[in-house]
């Protein structure tokens, strides 16, 4: 039988001050995945037409400490954890199984012509 555990978990959405290019985002990447792995933090990150969405999960103090860490990047700005349905926000204790884990990685949408 699989093992549960409870994972802290914490979304927000903000702006970019500026467009981010490949490059830049690539930068952002390798040093998130480098902190995250440190911090045993797991989640994904969406960035498209200067806006970011991103989840973060782990143990609550190191995803704490990470969001604190966002809020005083000067890349974004208007940061807010945006309001669920069911709950007031989306800040929260969720359980999952522990081999359900997922690192981040990155996609680019595909383009048609």
């Known amino acids: 039988m699989r093992g549960f555990s409870v994972v802290y978990q914490l979304a927000y959405v ?18 998130s995945e480098k902190n995250n792995t440190r911090d045993g ?19 609550r103090t190191c995803v704490k400490n990470c969001y604190d ?28 199984q522990e081999d359900q884990r997922w690192q981040e990685s990155e996609t680019t949408p595909k383009r048609s012509c």
């Open 14 to 31: 903000s702006s970019s001050r500026t467009r981010l290019y490949e490059a830049l985002l690539n930068d952002i990447l390798t040093v």
């Open 41 to 59: 933090i797991s989640g994904i990150l969406m960035y498209h037409d200067q806006l970011f969405f991103q989840v973060l999960e782990g143990e």
């Open 69 to 96: 860490r966002i809020l005083l990047d000067p890349r974004h700005s208007a940061i807010g954890v945006p309001p669920l349905k069911w709950s007031t926000n989306w800040d929260s204790i969720i359980p999952f």
